[in-house]
Structure formats: structure tokens, C-alpha cells
């Protein structure tokens, strides 16, 4: 039975799967930010450097009440710094009825809202979550559709109608786009990747983010093939090169 995020039945303790905590983040949105990595995720990114995250069934099952009242001890650092709440993943969207819980519950108490996503997962149950959203960090790995597949293995498409909704509901956006050398660094491709984001108002700016090693050992423990091992971390003036092409489409980016 799904259950309606905005009239929660008081008899019923919605719970979820999480991977870790953070409790003072700096990088997943704007200010100080307590920060929720969620387990599942449909993707299998070459480049991820969470792969335990994957599986639903894995993970520390709480609930959304048990979340909040973590939460509540940072209240004052998210204040003072104009930071807040944000879940990421894993794929945050794979647990609707619980992400949804613990952003309202931070929206009645005035706490801002953050959701880190791929926009991939099933598209009504994200509309839902959506509703006690401020802002949305939409990580698009690539805008061809080979490469996008082949980045992930899974299609572009559903992740492009996701975009436009935010477009359409005007929720505010931060497009994170990973540049990893010799996968997603074809100029070409960045440049049509930027021209479709200067056609998106929502979209507030654009980080560029370099690609790095750091959870390869995640996939040996794991017994993952990193396809990626023998591919050097994306370098300081190749991140340059990628965010002037944003610039020249007047995305502001980072």
C-alpha cells in the first residue's frame, strides 16, 4: 500500500535503508548541511566511489522519526550558516515513502531541503518527493545517449523527462556533471550537455567535478571490476577547459 507522504498515519513508522550519515557536510549543497546517504541504486556507474551502496537490502534500516531527531541536534550549525538536510546515495528516489517523511518533517520545522539524485528512478513516486524539496543537486553523467549508457548502464531518457519536470515546476537545480578523462571529456558532447542546460531557468549553476580513485578499493573488497583503474584523476586545468564550455552557453558553473 503507498503511502501519502503528506498525511502521515500516526500508527505507522515509516523506515528506510541508510548507508552512513555526515553530520556536518560542506560540499552537498549550500552552508552546513547534515547529510543522508541512502542504500540501493539502479545505476552502476563506472566511476562511483559508493558501489556498496547498491543493494536495497543492505544497510542500517531506521526510521524517518529516528532520522529527524538526529537532525534536530544540528539545527543550530544549519542556522548560522544558511545550510540544512540533504540525501543523497545511493539513490535516494528508490525510497520515496521514507525520503519524503524525513524532508517534511524538516519542512515543518523550517529546515531546508536537499535532494542529491540521478532523476532516474520511477518518475510519479519522484513527484511526490519533490513537494517538500527546496533544492535538487541532479547529477547528469553525460547528455549523449551512448556514452550516458555507457557510463551507467541504464537509459538517458528517463533521466531527461525527470529535467524537464523540474524545469516545468521550476525547482531550483544544481546540475553536477562529473568529467572523468577519456569517458565524459569529449568537448562535443560537453558543449551540447551545455546547451541544453542554458535552456533550463530552474537550473541556478552548474559544478563540474573532477573525476577521482578514492572508492576503488570499494571494488576490489567488493569483487567489482573497476574498469577505470588504469584512468588518470581529471586534472585542474581539464576541469577549466570543461567549465569555460558551460560559460560560453551562459551557464553559470563551478
Not at 539513490?91 to 540521478?118: N, Y
Not at 532516474?120 to 556514452?147: G, H, N, R, Y
Amino acid at each position: 500500500m503507498t503511502l501519502e507522504l503528506s498525511t502521515l498515519n500516526s500508527k505507522t513508522e515509516i523506515s528506510g535503508r541508510i548507508h552512513s550519515i555526515e553530520t556536518c557536510g560542506t560540499v552537498d549543497g549550500p552552508g552546513i548541511r547534515f547529510v543522508i546517504f541512502t542504500q540501493g541504486c539502479l545505476l552502476r556507474c563506472q566511476y562511483c566511489h559508493n558501489p556498496d551502496t547498491r543493494s536495497l537490502q543492505d544497510g542500517k534500516l531506521v526510521t524517518a522519526k529516528e532520522i529527524f531527531e538526529q537532525i534536530k541536534k544540528y539545527r543550530s550549525y544549519m542556522k548560522a550558516s544558511g545550510g540544512g538536510v540533504t540525501i543523497s546515495g545511493g539513490e535516494p528516489l528508490l525510497q520515496p515513502e521514507f525520503v519524503g517523511e524525513v524532508f517534511r518533517l524538516c519542512k515543518q520545522e523550517g529546515i531546508h531541503t536537499a535532494l542529491d539524485t540521478s532523476g532516474f528512478p520511477k518518475f510519479e513516486d519522484a513527484k511526490k518527493v519533490l513537494e517538500f524539496v527546496d533544492l535538487v543537486l541532479l547529477d547528469l553523467k553525460a547528455f549523449s545517449p551512448e556514452t550516458y549508457h555507457d557510463v551507467t548502464a541504464v537509459s538517458l531518457e528517463p533521466v531527461l523527462r525527470f529535467t524537464h519536470y523540474l524545469n516545468e515546476i521550476q525547482k531550483p537545480t544544481w546540475v553536477r556533471f562529473v568529467l572523468v578523462p577519456h569517458l565524459t571529456d569529449n568537448p562535443q558532447e560537453i558543449a551540447e550537455l551545455a546547451q541544453f542546460v542554458s535552456t533550463l531557468s530552474n537550473v541556478e549553476k552548474v559544478e563540474v567535478l573532477p573525476f577521482h580513485k578514492m572508492g576503488e578499493y570499494k571494488w576490489d573488497e567488493m569483487g567489482y571490476e573497476y574498469k577505470l583503474k588504469d584512468t588518470p584523476g581529471a586534472t585542474v586545468e581539464q576541469v577549466q577547459q570543461a567549465m569555460e564550455i558551460f560559460k560560453q552557453f551562459g551557464v553559470k558553473v563551478e
